[in-house]
């Protein structure tokens, strides 16, 4: 009798333990508010993957399938761009011309909302696909509470525009900014807007000159004031060579605990340590950037680079 009750007891306490472990020991849901989280507080621990323009090797680039298949990939952020038309429609798409990336002709600002909708978006190999270019408030409704953040880039001339369609598809808290203006001529250009919107302040080096002329203040001066003035979760750093004063400045960064953000694209980005040759040696590669201050990398090769990390123990 005695045996049969302490087995009764045991069978008790595992159907009351069991569950509870099974609790403790679950993951969290990925959502778009953890991975804020994660972006605020970044660690040498975990890093956060962007595609950048979505999965334009599986679907048109800034198309909202691109974005589509990157969200379910794994990605923490999706990388976009935006233009405006002549009716002052913001739409999805990265060059100021249509002649690339869809079957039209001609700059965005010169065209109709109407017009750019007859053409459609060409794939990566410059096919044509049967997808449309969207509009900024169509993708931003297409990703409306899902597990992933958007950075919108070329967006720098129209943040207030900007931030009326991410009013209206209540996604502000999805949605990160960025440009290269000095604090000052920041608050110049939008006021009091900065501080109710996510900004990233992006570092040169002082010696680039193939996208952007030299930043007056210095890589390390330049950071300094934003983190004294402003306080950014996070900077986009650029260094062309492996000793750009633009990686003292990430130091810094560092050791204010402030979110590093890497484009590993192309070699002019990240001092040659970029997503092709990551494919040949990622350790030297994607593993050298990691080791110089990155939390966050933006990359054309989302999925290696998420097994990467993996297997590095990073995700």
């Known amino acids: 009798m005695r045996r049969f009750i302490k087995f009764k007891i045991a069978v008790i306490l595992s159907g009351l333990l ?19 989280q994660q972006f605020k507080h970044p660690s040498n621990q975990h890093i956060l993957v962007v595609a950048h323009r979505g999965d334009w090797r599986n679907a048109p680039e800034n198309s909202i399938r691109a974005v589509e298949y990157a969200m379910k990939s794994g990605v923490d952020i999706v990388e976009i761009d935006v233009q405006m038309t002549k009716d002052k429609k913001l739409v999805v798409i990265h060059d100021q011309s249509i002649d690339r ?101 992006m570092v040169w080096p002082d010696n680039y000159n193939i996208y952007k002329p030299a930043q007056s203040e210095g890589p390390v001066s330049f950071t300094k004031e934003y983190i004294s003035n402003y306080k950014p979760i996070a900077f986009e750093v650029i260094y062309n060579t ?47 950037v ?12 989302p999925a290696e680079l998420l097994k990467y990390l993996k297997n590095r123990g990073l995700r």
């Open 242 to 288: 492996e000793n750009s004063p633009v990686l003292d400045a990430v130091k810094f960064m560092n050791q204010k605990g402030v979110t590093v953000w890497v484009n590993t694209l192309w070699p002019e980005l990240c001092a040659g340590h970029d997503d092709e040759a990551a494919t040949d040696n990622a350790d030297a590669n994607w593993g050298w």
């Open 101 to 201: 990336t869809t079957t039209g002709k001609g700059k965005v600002k010169d065209l109709l909302l109407d017009s750019i909708r007859k053409v459609h978006l060409k794939n990566g190999a410059g096919m044509p696909t049967r997808y449309k270019m969207p509009t900024l408030e169509e993708l931003m409704l297409a990703i409306q509470g899902k597990p992933v953040l958007v950075n919108i880039d070329k967006a720098w001339d129209y943040i207030p525009e900007t931030y009326k369609v991410l009013k209206e598809t209540n996604t502000v808290n999805q949605a990160i900014f960025k440009g290269n203006r000095s604090l000052k001529e920041l608050r110049s250009a939008i006021g009091s807007l900065v501080d109710s919107i996510i900004y990233m302040p």
């Open 18 to 36: 069991l569950p509870a472990m099974c609790l403790f020991g679950q993951q969290s849901p990925v959502t778009h508010e953890s991975i804020m």
């Open 290 to 301: 990691i080791d110089h201050g990155a939390n966050v990398i933006q990359t054309d090769r």
